[in-house]
């Protein structure tokens, strides 16, 4: 679809030296292959600066080390989230070239390294230690595409006090992802303090009314901060990955 | 069912000063009267510390004319809440000793002064301009029932630097109203910079998400700061009316 | 922030007992130590009247015990909740001087006694057996913060004359925790009964509509009673603890 | 479908007093006729024991005359709910022997007086005045469907003692309607109260957190009271029809 | 509170044959005790047609039998709901004399036999076959509160001709229960057949937008046919209860 | 992408008969114009065998005017959706040939006739007397797209033995459209009698918990009839639609 | 019902070749019998075009073996639903001939051969590798339901040009069945491109906001495709069900 | 709390010349104003990059007015959202330098132009034609906070091939906000084909199950594409807001 590439096609065409069907055939042909259930597209990083990611949850660990090895063949940076520390085991032994990171439950593969460094520093924020493994899953990911990541955990809004003693270090972030269980209150004091975006990551973090992170969604949703959106609830990778975007 | 009450009582139908039909008859007749639908209860203060409260919604300016007019009889203190101006007027036209108070929608009528003053502050604090006419209920509620009351509105915290230029403020209040809509992250902050009762407020401002308060609700119940207990969504009455029982 | 305290520090740069550089670093240096993930905040007892408290659920034992060697240096009392039988033990085999508390799933371990003694009595009330471990729990807060606790359980609406039948102990409490799963309903008949404040505690107590809670957390946000407030489903904690700082 | 009549049919035919196609047209003409848009079903009466009901709302005035035309000719009784003043007004003119019941919003015909009388007395009570407009539906219904109808306004259960008062009047009705908004707690504690069967009626009086109702809906589909169920909120009607034959 | 008790005991204090104290003693000491946790009311039978139902969701098999042991002694019928077959067997293997129905889940023990029999049939329907153990709960309630019960299972609406083959048993009922998960149509079209009150009991059968039983909940709800008032989800037990009141 | 056309259009450049940028072009130039605000597809008739639909809530006449003429010049059959009566009416003033359906509140003007006849019937089935204008969108539609459209009113499943009436009816039909509010029974019962696909159709008719059309919209997806399918709530429009393409 | 059968049955009676008890017998059975719990409807083929079908949750082998080796008498193809591979396992140990599809969890045996083609091809296209297994069981029932069924899978709509690569099955086949998580956008895309019916099935493949399936729900419901119908979460028999039905 | 005018704060105490009472003034004097209710922030455009907006919906324009006098003042630019016509007006007859956009219902007024600058083009798309209020709103937010701005509008997902036709429009973009209603598949779509952030917004456009926009919020909050991030429904200015500082 890209017209340069069509019309260098179509050109070659009218010089005979690519037949009709052949035109056909490649304009029809997308470049990616079937392995059976899931499709990997490895055009992927061209267009999207990132190989394909493989979601563990719901997945044994054959299958996740099936596709990693379509991959590897391919050259490409992988990145396996939501896996439990039986599965994790597995693929390391199978790949030890892997890195596994327990808190976030994450493991990765870096083969090209360098690519595409990030422009700023990523901040992730989270209120509670037991935001922790969403904000590392977050922190990973954004660290694998090519970020300098750095943490600041255990600064909820209840004690405002201790979120300001980094308020320098807040103001220095090209992107801040802050992640929050409970009243989810931390992105919009956040969001106050900086002149970034803000990535706001709802954690299923609390109980009774949290109904599994209903709570802090809609008040991150609701922010008074006009620089903050919102990811789905427990979604650390997926406010690595726009961050790492933001980044760019 | 006060037992010194009911020993009296026995006693003088032991005497035979009191008949056993009178005593039966004393004995189920509870004092309040029925004056048609409403009934009212003239022990309400000595049970309760405050005299009925007339909810105006739903009903016409006849209709609170006609209660009030019983109350007065009485000789009791009245706040009428949730009026309108058009009905605030007639309301006025009729008792002109009655004071309106027009951004908190509501009237008080003091007959005894000087009841029950509360032992320290009340401070109702509102996130935005938009929350002021439930903050201002919980005013006016708190006011008519003896206390000091002292407000302190627009500190949101998207600006948390503003409400901390009023932490000494904050730290002298006995009792603290907190009124917000959007992300109800207020309640949280203010709860973690004292050590005093906060009694929260969810407010209907707010669109989309906001689903008519339900949003701060649940920012405000999930709070990560424990001194921190809710009421019903736009309840400044309520509000009011718990933080005056606290300040006694 | 205190004024007086920033005063003096200024005074000593005056008068040149305390260089610039000292000052910056004292201003800026707030009172807390970072142990790792959870940090830890000492001047909690001067501005809150307790010392940080430890929410079990979600942590190992070795964590909350980590945590809990960190405190006991410092002095403070320690309040441990929802903790399932296996913590606990493993908890108090470290801790001998802790008091294990099964119903309420807690752990105290008191070092301060006598500290800020409430001014009345904390009455704790239950609808039905179920809703008991909540009520404890409200209870051991309550009386780990220097109150004394009554307690009254199983007087559930359905039979409200058993409620009656202790009707003066109702009226002689100056702060009452109400906690009640199904239809909520208690809250609404104790608030109307007495003229103190009545912080109401919903229970995911029920099965069908109960929703895990909701339907007593609505019921009681509703009540018509207007000395009622709310916490979250099932926190006793929460309830005790703000009990505790209203009877102050 | 009835044996008996299907069998004097067949009996009919094998005399042949009845021919084959009339014994066909007979068994597959079922007793209700088409006026356009709504089939009235005149065998209703005798399958349930009261005429057709028109439900007013949504309905213009003339829409409801013509209905109630054809009804009259059949010499049924007739209830129309949900009238506003106007189109009541319009129909009183049109039928001047129909009753007009403004309070519960309804219009009556009584045709053949004295059918089906109730055994006990159908008691409605309302927790508070708002109330009255449902509760006055559930009583005209009752009413009208041939039984005793007492009623019991403004007894709500943050006052307790005014139910209790009644306690006699409740111990002898047959069955009861209990109407309640906000908390929805009132049909629990006379449920207790009493050993008959009790409807309640959850009404969209409140505001907030009362989401039109849905609070004292679930309150009382929660009820600890065992002698309790449920109909629709606001739906008047449906109480009082259940109510008058579970009272037959 | 009964008067004629009331004046009775009065006139043993006017007679002298009480003394004052005596008489408040007697006026304030209700007929229950206190066997730790839960109060057991014995004047139940009295005043609700019932003893005591121990719900046996959440109690292990010792509480239950503790609670047992103190009601037998009291010479009362018995109904244990909600217990798994292990919980059920220990209780079997205490009480020989207790009867298990391991379908509906419930144990009873039936001391006074032949109490207060209803004066007509309860018909319990079931749409499916999954919706059997709720149905069942509903039956043996009614059964041992003197019910002569019938049973009509796996007659859903999609095969609307086999409900309709059983219309004449429908039409003998007294009192119909009417057990529906999935889209909860039934008791509209049985509340359409028949001339008597319908009790709908929703249950939690179904999977995806059943939502655990609020699907059919809600249907009930907004029945077209006006005989129908609704439990709690799942609540056979109630639906049996309410029955056997509206039988007697 | 046809790919046939594709490889005319490559041998067109092969042969020389097609410059390459010409190429380019055509195989960019999707066929869609653009006027301002909204597109209009031509090529939607060929692709989906229907022009565009105009859903007129929330447009002006005018604007509804202006997208008319493009259509008309493009001799398209149009559909008008959602239209109160002063917009209908002056829509029809301006376009004399167009028929306006006030109960459906639609406008069509069918350019081609006789265009792709369904080959049965299509039932449109409605519950009750509210839902007839749904029901009449739905009828309205599937005539315009060329079926044979039959109607079936008021025949809801509290009285089941008038939809048995028609069962014959039923039969006959290809595809049945059924529409319903309050407990949303009827496709489930009109589906277990017949052997065609069922378009389930809820309806915001209703009060109280039907919330606004969710209670029959959940019963009809959780239908125990297994053939039945579903749209949005109130989409007449949207039945009538796909029930066309089924009946092809 | 059917009135050429009713015809002949009366003339019988009327030639008195049958007795009026026999008639009124005939009439009112009807052809199902009665296994304990689960009727079994004989009729059904010729009613609906294919026999009961087995839904395997909550029942356990034995259960559904049961209820198979009466279906198997009936010579009737079946349908299982719904089964572990336990259950599974030891269904096929019993029934040989039974063909187990594990990715759906469905048994089917195949009696009659061939019965009522489908007239083209179903479709079945999913979003992503964990929708697979609610597709498998669409697809199996289309196939068992006599259809030629293609399977389109992992083309979700962040990657719209793998679709698109197959647009020409998409334009092929005569119904589609679209099953996805997640947002649920790929029936709309998918709808845009055909014009043949799509129905939608949501999944509850997801986490977070997904509520179990209730956003790709909404999604489907919401569709701007018009050619879009849905069925409940996770229920691809009930889409492979409907989707034979219009194949035919 | 710069560190640096914090140090040369000091430094003029230590020297003598501050005293030590306007050292702690000056340290709690933050710099904004109180101009009654709503306190504004000059030094905001230091933090944030841009001056206070006004959100206009419920205030009278006097009260804009009121507060947009005082921000002309302090020579800020100036954006007013969410107005009508009729404030609109009278804003504009008192500031002639303001622009009124009426699709996107703001006000805009710069002061300094050309401030901070974007780096790329922000992308504003659109769905359906009723979602264009909202895009402007984005549209004119990005404008006048110094973006480039580009819209494209009416590209909904059941035509996916008007948005490919633009997919070089979509490549070139910095930015992408993708404003959606009903199904809100478009941010995925849209999502998958780019490699930058997307700001993804839902509207309330739509009816029945669109929830006033939570169906499409719940569609892009679980979007199978991880460069979405949400903010609230109609919250085009949020959306503005945000993408200016990723594109700064």
Redesign the interface.
């Known amino acids: 679809?890209d017209?340069r590439k069509?019309?260098a096609l179509?050109?070659s065409?009218?010089q005979?030296t690519l037949s009709?069907?052949e035109?056909?055939q490649k304009?029809?042909t997308?470049p990616?292959e079937d392995i059976g259930?899931?499709?990997i597209?490895h055009h992927r990083p061209l267009?999207?600066?990132f190989p394909e990611?493989i979601f563990g949850?719901?997945k044994d660990a054959q299958q996740v080390i099936r596709i990693m090895e379509r991959m590897i063949e391919a050259q490409e940076n992988i990145l396996v989230t939501r896996l439990d520390e039986g599965k994790a085991k597995a693929i390391v032994r199978r790949f030890p070239q892997a890195s596994y990171h327990p808190r976030a439950g994450t493991i990765t593969i870096q083969v090209n390294e360098g690519e595409a460094a990030g422009k700023g520093i990523v901040l992730v924020i989270s209120?509670?230690?037991?935001d922790?493994p969403v904000a590392e899953e977050a922190a990973v990911t954004a660290q694998i595409m090519g970020n300098r990541v750095e943490t600041l955990?255990?600064?909820?809004?209840?004690?405002?006090?201790?979120l300001?003693?980094y308020?320098?270090q807040l103001m220095e972030a090209n992107v801040l992802i802050v992640v929050a269980?409970?009243?989810?209150?931390l992105p919009?004091?956040v969001?106050?303090?900086v002149?970034?975006?803000v990535?706001a990551v709802?954690t299923?973090?609390?109980?009774?009314?949290?109904?599994?992170?209903?709570?802090?969604?809609?008040?991150?949703?609701?922010?008074?901060?006009?620089?903050?959106?919102?990811?789905?609830?427990?979604?650390g990778?997926?406010?690595g990955?726009?961050a790492s975007?933001?980044n760019r």
């Open positions: 679809m017209p069509l019309e179509l050109r065409i009218q005979g009709v069907e035109g056909v304009l029809r997308l990616f259930e899931a499709m597209d267009r999207k600066g990611v949850e719901g209120a509670g230690t037991s922790i955990y255990d600064v909820g809004v209840s004690g405002v006090h201790r300001l003693n308020r320098e269980g409970m009243e989810g209150a919009s004091v969001g106050g303090l002149a970034r975006p990535i709802p299923s973090v609390g109980y009774g009314t949290s109904f599994g992170g209903l709570a802090p969604l809609l008040a991150m949703l609701n922010s008074c901060a006009s620089n903050v959106a919102v990811v789905n609830i427990d979604n990778f997926g406010a990955y726009i975007l933001i």
